[in-house]
């Protein structure tokens, strides 16, 4: 039976979750140079575009269609085929199949535009759109199906994740980490100063991120009760615990607290609650809040030690930050909080902190692989980095042969 108020509220989750694409591309647009903006925001905003295709087509039925073997769905809900306004008993029995449907795809959309912030003012177009719908295909989609999808091999085994943080940002984190060690660093990185152009840019795209990843994580409860209440308030307390914790690094560190510092330590609060926001109580929430602040900002702080050009720090907050984030949900989840999920170490079940680095290990290993592979493919076949001559023009002239400002 279509209930009213949980479509109601998943349709204005979907737009929520939709809103966090332009909402990243304003985040990321603001931390590049001024001469790669809309480069920067096209490669974020084309994905609305780009995933929903693929979503049409393929996504959908390959990460909930009917299962086949635990690893993926056939292809029986091609084009939408027979994904009506009837309920889907399987996902989301009380509101229409293709509510459901277009508030997945929300996800989907958003995940390969996450990557880009990794790989910022150094890539071509072309061979970018052609990594994130292959990415899509062969690493979201079975991902997916696998946590999310009725009878994925990983759901049966006991993996949870609430509303992505094994599904979107570890996936994306490790696609990211592949993505700058096969396409390599800016031109001048350690030599030059790359400071962001329009830090208020930024803040209004974290002020959107916020704003919709209460729909990204209430929105995943699939009903307007209890557990997506509870959802709400534990991204809240997560994405505020970041960024004070982030704060207090970043003045005990340099000696002020900056904007920058602030933005980033929201987002990875919100990216490090999301796996858990579901199975937490309030206080677990903030905790881990706090875990995303000091370790993600410890993670950013060492990748120039490294020599990794992650542009906009996409593997220390998002892909460590659904590492932390799932590690602790297999830590403080309560079957007090959800009794539709499990009880965590801190309750006596060590065994669903295994089950959750089983999880971790499989996924990681798996997006990190097939990235690797794609990433390597189409930098021989393609190639992937614009030249120095072009990075000194910027993506705006060289690839859209326009520009943000008028001077």
């Known amino acids: 039976m279509i209930n009213s108020g949980d479509t109601t509220f998943i349709l204005i989750s979907a737009a929520l979750v939709l809103l966090m694409t332009p909402g990243l591309a304003l985040f990321y647009g603001g931390m590049v140079r001024s001469k790669n903006v809309l480069g920067t925001i096209m490669q974020s905003f084309i994905m609305i575009s780009l995933i929903t295709f693929e979503w049409v087509y393929l996504g959908y039925s390959m990460s909930f269609g009917p299962d086949v073997g635990g690893i993926v769905g056939d292809l029986s809900w091609f084009a939408l085929n027979g994904v009506t306004n009837i309920p889907s008993s399987d996902y989301a029995p009380t509101v229409p199949h293709n509510v459901f449907m277009i508030y997945q795809c929300m996800f989907a959309v958003i995940t390969p535009a996450l990557i880009s912030g990794a790989f910022a003012e150094r890539v071509r177009f072309a061979p970018f759109l052609v990594f994130s719908l292959l990415w899509a295909i062969l690493v979201y989609n079975p991902v997916c199906h696998w946590i999310w999808g009725k009878n994925g091999w990983l759901g049966v085994r006991g993996v949870l994740d609430f509303a992505g943080g094994l599904v979107v940002h570890l996936t994306c984190g490790v696609a990211a980490l592949a993505s700058v060690m096969v396409i390599g660093p800016r031109r001048n990185y350690g030599k030059s100063s790359f400071m962001p152009?329009?830090?208020?840019?930024?803040?209004?795209?974290?002020?959107?991120?916020?704003?919709?990843?209460?729909?990204?994580?209430?929105g995943s409860a699939l009903a307007a009760n209890g557990i997506a209440a509870n959802a709400f308030v534990a991204t809240h307390l997560g994405a505020m615990a970041g960024m004070a914790m982030w704060t207090i690094m970043d003045w005990k560190n340099t000696g002020r607290p900056t904007t920058l510092g602030a933005a980033s330590g929201a987002i990875a609060g919100l990216a490090t609650i999301t796996p858990a926001a579901g199975f937490v109580s309030p206080n677990a929430a903030i905790i881990i809040g706090l875990f995303a602040g000091f370790c993600c900002y410890m993670a950013v702080s060492l990748k120039n030690k490294f020599g990794f050009d992650d542009s906009l720090d996409v593997v220390g907050i998002h892909g460590l930050g659904g590492l932390i984030g799932t590690i602790c949900l297999g830590i403080f989840a309560?079957?007090?909080?959800?009794?539709?999920?499990?009880?965590?170490?801190?309750?006596?079940?060590?065994?669903?902190?295994?089950?959750?680095?089983?999880?971790?290990?499989?996924?990681?290993?798996?997006?990190?692989?097939?990235?690797?592979?794609?990433?390597?493919a189409i930098n021989m076949t393609m190639g992937f980095k614009l030249t120095d001559e072009e990075q000194v023009q910027g993506l705006d002239l060289v690839e859209h042969n326009e520009t943000a400002y008028n001077n």
């Open 334 to 376: 309560s079957k007090a909080i959800n009794p539709a999920g499990v009880d965590g170490l801190l309750a006596g079940n060590g065994a669903f902190l295994a089950t959750q680095l089983f999880g971790i290990a499989v996924v990681g290993i798996y997006a990190f692989g097939v990235s690797w592979i794609l990433l390597k």
């Open 197 to 218: 152009h329009n830090l208020p840019m930024t803040l209004i795209g974290t002020g959107l991120l916020w704003f919709g990843w209460f729909g990204f994580n209430g």
